[in-house]
């Protein structure tokens, strides 16, 4: 799609979606991403069905296709001396060594730093993580519904006051934003081995990034003590041009006019309403919030006049901030999105899937975004085999002592 990182090579093991959606976003800026599975049971994201959501399609693992896609698959039994022989061979002509294995397994197949760096003493080594590689926690599995949702504070921070429950995030929802992360960090691990010739160790921990997220509640912590004062504040209490409108129909258009006094004249012509410029209880700001309840109990009768499509024409051209709310079908139509490339295009088997970008754009969008699915389990094991210089007489005793498959 983009050949910003051309001429990288990344080897990944991992599992589920953090550190392997790193990788894919890595494929997606030009990186080749050669990932090492079991040959028989290989991620065991493959075919993992996920409550709430569409786990497959004509045969489709949707969310193995986002997070794997433009890669190729080599299946190796890290378990067996002979297949780690294999792994050091790629490691040795590789750039990136990425991985989400716990320290002790990765100290038990012989894939700790030292043992990599003593292949290719200047490869960049990556952990992605629940809770770091240091203290007790470090052994301990870590899926972003534990360690970024609930310790990391995420969950705790959004859950409202008063709740019987707390909320449960989206399936990877702390995966996906651990992982534009992690591919941010190799980016900047790469400058500085190309710029200084030192490689670097990179490391990312799924509850470092949800406490990154809540970091202003973090904060405010230190003063406000364990048991903070629930402030509740009410939609008539709040700057008027700021939270959510009911339309007609049911759907809902949201402002963030913050500075209002500025906006507030060309609001009004938008929503029909140029009188109320002049009406006293509305000149300024202040004065708005001191007639909150009216001008709040205004507009949700003028929003609730029209229908949400009526709304989203008004506003097109206002230069305030506002936007429809929309659900995840509505953004597969949505123009902004299809104008700026936030779809990838990837050609399966069966039928084309359209994935979301990686949210960053290199030189301008020009035209359709496309990368190459994900893939099957051990699909390019033969391929890779040949590139290292093995034989096809290699490559079938590696067969029958189960190395391959």
Known sequence: MYEILKGVRVVEIG????????????????AEVI????????????????????STVDGIDLAFQYANRGKRSIGLDLTKPRARELLRELVAQADVFATNLRPGVRARLGLE???????NPQIIYVRGSGYGQKGALSETAGLDGTAYWARGGVGGALTPAGSEWP??????????????????GVAAALYRRAAHGEPSVVDVALMNVGM????????????????PPQITITRAQRNPLTGSYRTSDGRFISLAVVNADVYWKEFCAVIGRPDL?????FSNMEIREQYGEECVALLDEVFGSRTFEYWCQAFAGFSGAWAPVQKPYDLRHDEQAR???????????N????????????????????????????????KILLELGHSWEDITQLKEEGVIN
Request: proline share 9%; aromatic share 10%.
């Open 113 to 119: 730093l030292e043992s990599i760096r003593s292949v």
């Open 351 to 382: 039928q084309p899937l359209e994935v979301v970008s990686s949210p960053v754009t290199f030189d301008d969008y020009g035209g359709p975004r496309r990368a190459s699915p994900a893939p099957e389990v051990g699909e390019h094991t033969e």
């Open 212 to 227: 990154w997220q809540v970091q202003r509640d973090i904060l405010n912590a230190q003063f406000e003590g364990p048991n």
């Open 15 to 30: 599992s589920f979606v953090f550190v392997p959606l790193a990788a894919a976003v890595l494929s997606d800026w030009g």
């Open 167 to 184: 909320l449960s995030q989206r399936p990877a929802f702390g995966d996906v934003m651990a992982a534009i992360t992690l591919a941010g």
């Open 339 to 349: 104008l700026n490339g936030f779809f990838t295009e990837i050609e399966t088997p």
């Open 277 to 281: 410029v002049y009406d006293e209880r």
């Open 35 to 54: 990932k090492v599975e079991h040959p028989i049971t290989g991620d065991p994201y493959r075919g993992l069905r996920t409550a709430g959501l569409t």
